[in-house]
Structures are given as structure tokens and as C-alpha cells.
């Protein structure tokens, strides 16, 4: 028996002691964009590795999502946008709520991530919606969300109540921005998860919101797949945790890329007076390191999304999703014993010859975002997404970008 006991509390530890949904996140307010445009982030961690885009028609509004690839029909969604121009994403807390033994944590946010796009336009919308509820409402989440109409606004919520932050107001946002790991402000002092995550997050969006840095592809790179660890004072780009110096293995430890990631998406909003449908979701599937960001756009979505992002009917999975998935499984290759997925391979991510996945995906990324952002300025002169040229971007970039895969790693994503 006491063997028996020995071995639960050596499993505890190993697969418990850290949260596994462990997202991180940040709202942004058009006052510190350089276009004016606000922006919504979400890195998703959770133990479904395949995630793809999906279209839901049905409800006030129409709109598309990120969901669990393994799932035929979906009532959960965990970050999305709709016809109306309202975003929205949530992060796990794990300080606002005590829950009771065998009750899931944040049980309803899924759900009312997807009723939220189903019915609200605007940021009061959803307040609307939570005053309402019927409590307890089995939420604990910090959800972020974003409007056509310039709002953007974090909600700190809980079973029985929440606290909103707005990131238009210096009170709140004092840099215009509101960042969020695993715990709440709201909440228990001290208490959660992700405080060192939140201390790189906050530290890298507080010098971008002062020097206007803050895009999609600033954010992709600088913080989706940032290899900063603040306590420790370190960063893996630098080159010193490489070989020779190294044997090019570290450990999986509070960077805001997890092994564990399974999407990174920056939702870019309109400025007041736009159209909603000009809202654009940057996606990237997958493990961000070993993955490449594409845009979608709910209008239009109803003839067919990127044919990367889309769960394919007969694998079951996105093949962006599924390429990133089986390159991140060569970079997390140790298996030998308990614990030991929690070392990776630095060096097949990134090394001094500038092989590593994301050295050479960084470039691929950088042609999507040139194929896309002179359509997207036509689209905003003109003041209206035009379909036909959008489906012939969709094509364009996933032909490259399914080219460019297996023209680099012809191996690693066949087998």
C-alpha cells in the first residue's frame, strides 16, 4: 500500500504540479497599434494537440473558431471572430474559484466562448451576456475580447461574479494594453499559474506599446514563440544554449511556447467606422515554432475556409495543424521515464547553422504576410473583402506554403 501511495504522489507530481491549460494572452487597444487597430492574442495550450478553424452558421451572428480537430461537432470553441466584427478568447484561472473535489475547472468557458460569437456584437454585448447568466455559471476564465467599434476589454470571471479591465482606459491599461497568463488579478493573491510567463509577456508588450511595434507578425515572433525565461535571465536565441557551448537540449520551463501549445492567434480588429468583416484572424496551428500563420476571414467562409486550416474530412485533422504537430514531436523526442517530455531539443528548433524549424519557417511566414497585406490594403481603400480575390489568396498562400513544408522536411511530416 504504502508503494502504491509512493507512486500516485511520484505521478502527481510529475503530470499536476503545473497547470496543462496553460494559455497566454493579451488585449490590445488601438491606441498603441500602428494602424489603430486593436488586437486579441491567445497562445493555447491543452492536451489536444490538433486544433483547426471552423465555420459555424447559426445564431445572431456567423462566425469562425478554433476548435478541437477530434471533435465532429463541436459545442466548445476556444478563441474566434463574427460577422459583426466581436472577438473574443479566454485563458484558464486558477485563483478566482474554489472548486469542489472532482468538479472541473471552468467547466461552461468553451460554451460560452461559442454563445458569446453567437449573439454579441460589442464589448457591452457580452457584458450583457454575463450579467444574465444563470448562476454559478461554472466560469472561471480571464476572456478577452474585442469589438468593431474600438472596444477592448478584459473580463476576470468567475462563478458568481467577474471584474472588467478595459485596455481604452489608463486606469486599467496604463499602456494600453492587458496581458493575462493564469491567474487573475481579481483572484487570490499569489495564488494560480503563469506569474513568470507574465512577467515576459508584460515586460516585451510594455517597450513594444511605447515604440509602436505592435503588429501580428511582432507579436508571432516575440511573443508566441518567445524562448525568454525572465527569473532565470535567460534567452535560448542568444546562442549560448547551443552547441558547442551545450548539448542543444534544455528544459520546457514557463517560456510562453509549451510543448503543449496547440495554436497562436492574433485577431486584428477594425478602426471605428470600418466594416466588421475586415477583421482579420492571423492563425497558426500547431506548435507556433513549428508553425506558420495564415489568415482567414469569416466573410465568405461559408464557400470554404484555407484548405491548411480546415479539418480534413479524411484525416480528421488540418494538415497545418498536423505537419507542425509531427515536426514538434522530433523536437520534444526524449521518452525515456517519467517527466522526461519535459526536455526538447533547442537545436532542432533553432542552431548556429540557421537549419532549425523556425529559422527556416521564418521566411515562409514572412512571404505569407507579404502575399496578404497589399489585399488587405486594397480591401480597406475600397471598404468591403472581396471573395473571389480571397479565395484566390487562400489558394496562393496554402499552395506555397504546403510546398514549402514538404520541400523542407520531406521526412519529418510524411512519416
Known amino acids: 500500500m504504502k508503494k502504491f501511495l509512493l507512486f500516485f504522489l511520484l505521478v502527481s507530481i510529475t503530470y499536476f504540479s503545473t497547470p496543462l491549460f ?4 493579451a488585449v490590445i487597444s488601438g491606441k498603441v497599434t500602428p494602424d489603430g487597430r486593436p488586437l486579441l492574442w491567445k497562445n493555447r495550450d491543452t492536451d489536444f494537440p490538433q486544433n483547426s478553424v471552423k465555420y459555424f452558421q447559426g445564431g445572431r451572428y456567423s462566425f469562425i473558431a478554433i476548435v478541437n480537430s477530434v471533435e ?10 463574427n460577422s459583426a466584427g466581436f472577438s473574443i478568447m479566454n485563458t484558464q484561472s486558477y485563483n478566482l474559484v474554489d472548486v469542489k473535489p ?10 460560452v466562448l461559442r454563445r458569446a460569437l453567437e449573439i454579441c456584437a460589442t464589448v457591452e454585448d457580452f457584458r450583457h451576456l454575463l450579467d444574465t447568466i444563470t448562476k454559478p455559471s461554472l466560469i472561471e476564465a480571464n476572456i478577452g475580447v474585442i469589438d468593431a467599434q474600438g472596444g477592448a476589454s478584459m473580463f476576470e470571471v468567475g462563478y458568481d461574479k467577474y471584474t472588467l479591465f478595459d485596455a481604452n482606459n489608463p486606469k486599467d491599461a496604463p499602456c494600453g494594453y492587458i496581458a493575462r497568463t493564469n491567474f487573475s488579478f481579481s483572484g487570490k493573491v ?32 516575440e511573443l508566441s514563440r518567445s524562448f525568454t525565461n525572465p527569473l532565470l535571465g535567460i534567452d535560448l536565441r542568444t546562442g549560448n544554449y547551443n552547441r558547442p557551448k551545450t548539448n ?31 477583421t482579420t484572424m492571423w492563425t497558426i496551428l500547431g506548435y507556433p515554432p513549428t508553425g506558420v500563420a495564415v489568415p482567414v476571414w469569416v466573410k465568405g467562409a461559408n ?58 519557417l521564418a521566411p515562409v511566414e514572412e512571404e505569407v504576410f507579404q502575399l496578404t497585406l497589399p489585399v488587405v490594403q486594397l ?13 484566390s489568396l487562400y489558394e496562393r498562400i496554402s499552395t506555397f506554403v504546403e510546398h514549402k513544408y514538404l520541400e523542407l522536411f520531406p521526412i519529418d511530416i510524411v512519416n
Request: with cysteine; charged share 25%; aromatic share 10%.
Open 102 to 111: 472532482g468538479e472541473e475547472r471552468g467547466e461552461a468557458n468553451g460554451r
Open 248 to 278: 542543444g537540449w534544455f528544459v520546457d520551463q514557463d517560456f510562453i511556447p509549451r510543448s503543449s501549445t496547440a495554436s497562436s492567434v492574433v485577431v486584428q480588429g477594425v478602426k471605428p467606422g470600418e466594416r466588421a468583416e475586415l
Open 22 to 25: 496553460a494559455c497566454t494572452s
Open 379 to 391: 480591401w480597406r481603400e475600397r471598404g468591403s473583402v472581396d471573395t473571389k480575390e480571397m479565395q
Open 190 to 221: 499569489n495564488e494560480g499559474a503563469g506569474y513568470v510567463r507574465f512577467m515576459q509577456e508584460d515586460k516585451t508588450l510594455m517597450q513594444a506599446s511605447a515604440t509602436g511595434e505592435l503588429t501580428p507578425k511582432w507579436i508571432f515572433t
Open 72 to 81: 465532429e461537432h463541436p459545442t466548445e470553441v476556444w478563441m474566434g471572430t
Open 303 to 360: 464557400h470554404g475556409l484555407p484548405r491548411l486550416l480546415a479539418r480534413d474530412e479524411k484525416t480528421k485533422v488540418s494538415p497545418l495543424a498536423d505537419w507542425s504537430v509531427k515536426l514538434a514531436q522530433h523536437v520534444f523526442s526524449y521518452k525515456q521515464g517519467m517527466g522526461s517530455g519535459r526536455y526538447f531539443n533547442w537545436e532542432m528548433l533553432y542552431n548556429a547553422e540557421h537549419t532549425g524549424y523556425m529559422q527556416k
